[in-house]
Structures are given as C-alpha cells and as structure tokens.
C-alpha cells in the first residue's frame, strides 16, 4: 500500500498550473522552475496528488471534478488561515484585482511584501514560491486569491470566489 502523509500547501499550486496548463505539454522542471520549487518537490506532490485521485496516473492530467470537489469543500479546513497585523503587501482573496470588481470590503488584505502595492491585514501565502509566482502569472495569482478567498473570506465572498473557480476549472480552453 502507498504511504500518504497529507496534502500539503505547494499541492494545491502544482494542480492549479496543471489547471492552466492542460492543454500545454510540460514537464517537473518546468513546473518546478514557474513555482519556485525544487523538481523533487514536484514530483513527491504530483505522487500525493496521484493517491489522492486530483492526478490521472500519467501525472499530466489535472481531474477536474475531484479537484473542485476538494476546493469547494475542503481546501479551508486542510489550509486553515488567519489574519495578522497591518503591513505592506500584495493584494489577495477579496481585495485582489479577480473579486475586488464584484465584493467592495472595507478592510484590504496582502500577502506580505516589501514592494507591495497595497497596506492590509496580513494573510500567509498558501507555500513559500506563491509570491514570486504570482507576479510572473496573472492567471495563477487570480486562482490563488480565489482559494485564499475561500480559507478567510465571509459567506459572500466565499461563494462568489466559489462560482468563479468553478468558471474556471471547467471553462474549455
């Protein structure tokens, strides 16, 4: 029997560029390389994903249905988060670009930054790389704020971030 030690934060990025890369032959470095991870991480995740059915077992297919399946009902309990003090930062989840058109919210919250654009309620990036890869990849940093969304947003902004994942997992490329 495969030994599984749980899903960890960088899983859950490695299958949204899946996500964005589907129709895009790619290989573990490349992955590695957009991520700001190391190819072995890649690979032990892509093994975790694979046992956890979120991977076909060709590891070069994103299932989309359990994969929304988990982001919609257990991304926040896996990946818990909360708030911290004021500083400097990139905007995400509700005051990001992605949802901040549809959800007007009095308080701002980043992912710390020192050449961030905005000031908020700190919010840890879901792994380490998050920062560094979201500014190479919009697409990758609206999915990313969605998913934060979810893990710190009220009930509005968690179904709108909810009906704006589920756009995007299942829209055709």
């Not at 990139?90 to 992912?111: F, G, M």
Request: aromatic fraction near 8%; proline fraction near 6%; charge should be positive.
């Amino acid at each position: 029997m495969e030994r599984n030690n749980g899903m960890r934060p960088q899983d859950v990025a490695i299958l949204l560029k899946l996500l964005l890369w589907q129709h895009r032959n790619w290989h573990k470095k490349d992955l590695a390389a957009d991520l700001f991870l190391s190819p072995a991480e890649v690979g032990h995740s892509l093994n975790r994903s694979q046992l956890a059915g979120l991977v076909d077992p060709a590891q070069k297919k994103l299932m989309k249905n359990a994969f929304t399946e988990f982001l919609l009902h257990g991304f926040a309990y896996v990946f818990p988060v909360k708030t911290g003090s004021l500083t400097i930062g990139v905007p995400t989840a509700y005051s990001a670009p992605v949802l901040s058109q549809h959800i007007v919210s009095a308080e701002n919250v980043v992912w710390p930054f020192p050449e961030g654009s905005m000031k908020g309620q700190a919010v840890p990036p879901l792994y380490k790389g998050a920062i560094k890869a979201s500014l190479k990849d919009e697409r990758f940093y609206d999915l990313l704020c969605l998913c934060d969304t979810l893990r710190i947003g009220r009930l509005r902004e968690k179904q709108k971030a909810k009906e704006l994942l589920e756009e995007q997992i299942h829209q055709p490329l």
